[in-house]
């Protein structure tokens, strides 16, 4: 098993299966009840709240560290978005969720403590609408919010040698050595794998129910889930290494299948539309991850072009590539503009950059995947104070891109300000997980001059925040 499965494992085992504009839908959202068990009910917990979020952290920190995750700011922003719209009409939503686009092409997701939810490129890949991939992401969704982990592992507090303690345990272990965590996951879970098996169906036909709700609420279209689900079971007839493991941890029936359809067509017609934006993201995952799969024929034409040109970039055929951007991609669509202004800077034509973008910043205030590229261009035109301005737009969170910070750092260098300097390298290592590296930055950056006294109490909440965390091991 490779690192990023192994590491992924054991949110495998816990957890099975750009704001859109669409129009909503017109759904019966009065869905009768299908007598399921109610299992994301209140329940006591060995791991409290706050530690379910840490433990979260450390493992999106960890797959950072590691290079498991695309760290593309335009495609962290699109499935951030696309899974804020979800969540905002998920029950039990009120802790923070966190999205992450993974590099392996195996089709499979996972969610895991403290709302982290990761989706595979192969799964992205797979999937031939926005409404299919959400439902995916509502599917995981639903597994955060009815509590299905924190409840295993309360299942397994009465057996003796799987004990929920053991499996945190090997939780944290795999954060840091995933050969090891893998190992004692595996050993816990294979003395109550048929006590397990029983409540992983139940909490399956759980998180479609609710993920469907979900689905719908948010104005996507139902159908996704059976119409993947679908799908699944005819990957899984080829049994195939990509599928094997998906359905290993996501039990798929023929009834689970039907079901799913059934409820979907009880929820009305479906009549918003999809987000082109699924379609741009889907492409350009594509070839961040060098897929064997080419762009389908039945994507729109500007979509190919797109493809094509985000190829010749990768190849480094910068001329080549700007020349057909200049003439095939639009500076009003949001992806199209971004690849344009990027090749734009490629061959120093900075105003040309600035051009392009300066329009989608006034729509998209703070949109990080469009102020790095025009702090570049500004930058590179010797426009210190204007760069400044746009990077200083963008709120950043947990999810910010470790791209951002390397562009205010070395920003903060130029305009002198080392205090900054210092402070966006320990952003950057608190976000895999560097914490000691965090430490000594956060505090040179307070003892320069260059910033005010919210500024400061900011880097003493860091501090005070990660002064008991351990040093990550890589």
């Known amino acids: 098993m490779n690192k ?3 590491l992924l494992f054991y949110g495998l085992l816990t957890a099975s299966l750009l704001s859109a504009t669409a129009v909503k839908a017109d759904l019966n959202l009065e869905l009768p009840d299908f007598n399921l068990p109610q299992l994301g009910g209140h329940t006591g917990s060995i791991v409290s709240s706050i530690k379910e979020r840490e433990t979260g952290l450390d493992v999106l920190r960890s797959l950072r560290s590691r290079g498991h995750l695309i760290e593309d700011p335009e495609v962290n922003l699109w499935i951030r978005s696309l899974g ?3 969540t905002a009409h998920a029950p039990n939503s009120s802790n923070p969720f966190y999205f992450a686009v993974a590099k392996s092409t195996d089709i499979n997701a996972f969610a895991t403590l403290g709302g982290v939810i990761v989706v595979n490129s192969g799964l992205i890949l797979n ?7 959400a439902a995916v992401l509502s599917h995981e969704i639903a597994h955060i919010t009815q509590r299905h982990i924190p409840r295993m592992i309360e299942r397994a507090k ?9 499996l945190l345990a090997g939780m944290l272990a795999a954060t840091k050595n995933p050969e090891a965590g893998s190992a004692i996951i595996n050993a816990t879970l294979a003395t109550s794998a048929h006590q397990q098996l029983s409540f992983g169906r139940e909490a399956e036909s759980e998180a479609d129910r609710v993920g469907l709700r979900i689905l719908a609420s948010a104005g996507l279209n139902p159908k996704g889930m059976p119409t993947f689900l679908q799908k699944l079971e005819e990957y899984g007839d080829s049994n195939t290494a990509e599928i094997r493991e998906f359905l290993q941890n996501h039990p798929l029936t023929i009834k689970r299948v039907s079901d799913t359809s059934i409820r979907a067509s009880q929820l009305g017609v479906f009549k918003g539309r999809e987000n082109m934006s699924y379609v741009y993201m889907r492409e350009k995952v594509r070839v961040l991850i060098n897929a064997n799969a080419h762009t389908p024929l039945s ?4 979509i190919k072009n797109y493809s094509k040109i985000l190829h010749l970039k990768k190849q480094g055929a910068f001329q080549q590539a700007f020349n057909l951007a200049s003439k095939q991609l639009s500076g009003t669509k949001i992806s199209e503009a971004i690849l344009l202004a990027e090749l734009a800077i490629k061959q120093r034509r900075f105003n040309k950059a600035i051009s392009v973008l300066a329009p989608l910043s006034k729509i998209y205030p703070g949109n990080e995947s469009i102020a790095i590229p025009m702090s570049q261009a500004y930058i590179s035109l010797g426009q210190i104070d204007s760069a400044w301005k746009i990077l200083n737009e963008v709120h950043t969170s947990e999810q910010t891109s470790l791209e951002f910070f390397e ?8 305009k002198g300000n080392l205090s900054y300097a210092y402070r966006a390298v320990a952003e950057r290592n608190i976000r895999t997980g560097h914490y000691k590296a965090a430490r000594i930055q956060l505090t040179k950056a307070m003892k320069l001059p260059g910033s005010n006294v919210n500024e400061l109490e900011e880097m003493r909440q860091m501090l005070d925040q990660i002064k008991n965390k351990k040093i990550k091991q890589n």
């Open 407 to 414: 562009a205010l750092q070395e920003l903060s260098r130029l």
């Open 299 to 302: 994507v729109p034409q500007q």
């Open 4 to 6: 990023i499965k192994t």
């Open 84 to 86: 804020n719209r979800l």
């Open 127 to 133: 999937t031939s609408s926005e409404s299919e991939l």
């Open 158 to 166: 009465g057996n003796k040698l799987a004990t929920g303690a053991a």
